[in-house]
């Protein structure tokens, strides 16, 4: 596709619910990112793939956020027991070539837990 | 840990006028510094960015400035206007691990008034 497309891109959640997120990625695009952004804040890293190898997931939360892309395409990120403090955007970003700097972000999901 | 430090959190500007807004940065590692624009609703885009061999970078209307001993860089909009209305992200990247991830300031809130 021409962009990162995203779903759902909103979506609410009753606090204990499981979810799970969509990216799909420019088609070719190497390296794939999930951040989460609050309310009125910048997003903040949660993990990065460069083709389907998971690299670094150090800025994910808790073990409750979980991350895959198994055919080194379309990710998945999924929180399980959402809380309240899960609720932001959840903004995905990939980029063609490895090493490089420039990314495309999706519009993102928003995810409201209740 | 703020690794990125942004100001203003809000800035409002008339049309035609000058909007500049400042970050600074920690770590000494971080080599690319972009920032972003973000219209509601929708993901970061990237706008323009900068080496810390360079002192200064110009595309159109916008320019970064970068004080590498400082460890600041800024970002002036020339002749601002109304369709420049956004929320501006400054960040850096490096390879400190996780394949360039962004690590972003908490943004600026920009509003050109007619």
């Known amino acids: 596709g021409a962009g990162v497309s995203q779903s759902p891109r909103y979506k609410v959640a009753k606090r204990g619910q499981d979810v799970a997120l969509r990216c799909d990625p420019i088609?070719?695009?190497?390296?794939l990112f999930w951040y989460q952004q609050a309310l009125g804040q910048g997003p903040e890293f949660l993990t990065y793939f460069q083709n389907e190898a998971q690299l670094d997931k150090s800025g994910l939360p808790s073990d409750r956020f979980f991350a895959e892309r198994p055919e080194g395409s379309v990710s998945t990120l999924k929180i399980q027991r959402t809380q309240q403090e899960d609720s932001a955007v959840y903004l995905c970003a990939s980029s063609l070539v490895l090493g490089s700097k420039a990314y495309t972000f999706g519009s993102g999901t928003r995810l409201t837990v209740v | 840990q703020q690794q990125v430090k942004q100001s203003p959190q809000s800035l409002i500007v008339q049309k035609g006028g000058i909007s500049i807004i400042n970050c600074a940065y920690e770590n000494t590692a971080f080599d690319y510094f972009p920032w972003y624009q973000q219209f509601p609703g929708k993901g970061p885009a990237l706008l323009i960015a900068i080496r810390p061999d360079v002192s200064e970078k110009k595309e159109g209307r916008f320019t970064i400035s970068f004080n590498k001993s400082a460890k600041q860089f800024s970002l002036h909009i020339m002749d601002s206007q109304p369709g420049d209305s956004a929320t501006y992200f400054c960040a850096a990247q490096g390879l400190t691990g996780g394949g360039n991830k962004l690590t972003f300031g908490t943004g600026t809130q920009l509003k050109v008034e007619l």
């Open positions: 088609s070719g695009h190497v390296s």
